[in-house]
């Protein structure tokens, strides 16, 4: 596989030539800290099974945008729910404490929604975070769509769709709303291109409209409820 910023095999962050509207985004990778980013933190044993995400950013008719998919409603975790591209780390990636998640990523997104990893420019990491319900330990990886490729469901046991949703949707107060699971548990969520965008990929996507300096005043108490199956 051939990465964009890949020196020996091996996958390395690149900032040059960014569109000057990533620089918050980039600016923020550098400086957020785990705990501005979600409350559940990797555990402090190591347990967790470490995977990686594609946050792909491109530049679309609408603007800038981000590379969505949704799951198959027949897995057995997540199903049916938005996300990221993305999934567990595979040995042939490498050491997942160097840029294991890097590759796992591109991998992931590959394999999902047959995107060429080539055109895409990781630029960027956001610090590892923990998914209790499943036990993954997720590295967020930023990459720049540097050169866009076609993309669509491979495998439809895996993937229900694959789409993207412009930054100015998300941004959009009317389509944001506040999830409410019975467990008790309330989380940002979305409300765009006919699905709604929560749980571990709303978070990340708030927090990153938050500190680009993207995000507009919306009303947190707009309640969007959740069943015992999601």
């Not at 956001?126 to 993954?136: A, E, N, R, T």
């Amino acid at each position: 596989m051939h990465v964009s910023g890949a020196r020996d095999g091996r996958v390395a962050f690149r900032k040059d030539g960014l569109p000057p509207w990533l620089d918050p985004v980039a600016r923020a990778a550098e400086t957020v800290a785990p705990r501005q980013l979600s409350r559940f933190l990797p555990p402090a044993d190591g347990a967790g099974r470490q995977s990686a995400v594609l946050v792909l950013f491109g530049e679309g008719h609408r603007g800038p945008e981000l590379l969505l998919m949704e799951r198959a409603g027949s897995l057995r975790s997540h199903a049916g729910q938005p996300a990221f591209p993305g999934g567990a780390l595979d040995p042939e990636d490498g050491d997942p404490q160097a840029d294991g998640p890097l590759r796992a990523a591109l991998r992931e997104a590959e394999e999902e929604t047959g995107l060429d990893p080539a055109g895409v420019q990781v630029f960027g990491a956001l610090p590892k975070l923990y998914i209790p319900v499943s036990g993954f330990v997720v590295t967020p990886v930023l990459g720049w769509w540097r050169a866009p490729s076609p993309v669509g469901v491979v495998d439809p046991n895996e993937t229900a769709r694959v789409f993207k949703v412009s930054v100015a949707d998300l941004t959009d107060p009317a389509n944001r709303a506040t999830t409410v699971h019975p467990s008790g548990h309330r989380g940002p969520a979305f409300l765009v291109e006919s699905a709604l965008v929560w749980g571990f990929t709303a978070g990340i996507i708030d927090r990153l409209l938050h500190f680009a300096g993207w995000e507009r005043p919306w009303n947190r108490d707009k309640q969007v409820p959740l069943d015992w199956r999601s």
